[in-house]
């Protein structure tokens, strides 16, 4: 997953909790998504972006906030997590051929 | 929603045998790509077929896109046990601002 780095990897919270994923990108893509998969759903898209601070809803958006101060930097907020929202989080950029995927955060909502 | 399906959902094949998956989607498209997820890993790009191509050859991997029928296929020829993994199908649609929509996936076994 080069030029593509997610943190944490691992996180457990509590329901109820804001809980902040990151993205960092070293391709200097424009695109930047975050997506969830979840068994039995495949990958869901949240959200997306397409500029710095400029953002735009996915399918399953609601619970989730996003922003984008730097080419670099993507951020996936849960405002206040929930058991739904356990799931992989995978964040991908958009390169010249297709999608770049970070490795994933599994985030598991007690 | 998804917007492509793959099918089977699980294939399950002997080392040297070729593995074909195939994807059906409802609107139209921009392109087609697939990819491979190792098991605890992000997904993998393998190949892009324009809306305007039929079939797209890289390595072992031939992709096929049917327009008309709103459908591709993936074809791993000689596989081997590494090839195992989930591979998934996913449409840029038209107008989607380079959104992909991505489908449940076929798991693939290969026996050694």
């Known amino acids: 997953d080069a030029g593509i780095t997610q943190s944490p990897r691992h996180k457990v919270t509590e329901t109820g909790t804001p809980v902040t994923l990151r993205c960092h990108q070293t391709?200097?893509?424009?695109?930047m998504y975050w997506y969830r998969q979840d068994p039995g759903h495949g990958l869901r898209l949240i959200h997306y972006?397409?500029?710095?601070?400029?953002?735009d809803k996915g399918e399953v958006s609601d619970g989730y906030s996003v922003s984008r101060s730097k080419t670099e930097d993507f951020l996936l907020t849960l405002e206040s997590a929930t058991s739904s929202q356990t799931s992989v989080y995978f964040c991908?950029?958009?390169?010249?051929?297709?999608?770049?995927f970070g490795s994933g955060t599994r985030l598991t909502v007690v | 929603s998804q917007q492509g399906e793959e099918d089977p959902q699980a294939l399950s094949i002997q080392e040297g045998e070729n593995a074909t998956m195939n994807c059906s989607y409802k609107?139209?498209?921009?392109?087609l790509q697939w990819y491979r997820q190792n098991s605890g890993r992000g997904l993998v790009h393998l190949i892009l077929i324009r809306s305007n191509e039929r079939e797209k050859h890289s390595g072992r991997l031939r992709v096929t896109l049917d327009t008309s029928k709103k459908s591709s296929s993936l074809l791993i020829t000689a596989s081997r046990a590494a090839d195992t993994a989930s591979y998934f199908c996913?449409?840029?649609?038209?107008?989607?601002?380079?959104?992909?929509?991505f489908g449940k996936g076929t798991l693939l076994t290969v026996n050694p």
């Open positions: 609107t139209s498209i921009n392109n």
């Open positions: 996913a449409t840029d649609a038209s107008g989607s601002n380079y959104k992909l929509t």
């Open positions: 391709e200097n893509h424009r695109y």
């Open positions: 991908a950029t958009q390169g010249n051929y297709g999608y770049t």
């Open positions: 972006s397409y500029g710095v601070k400029d953002t």
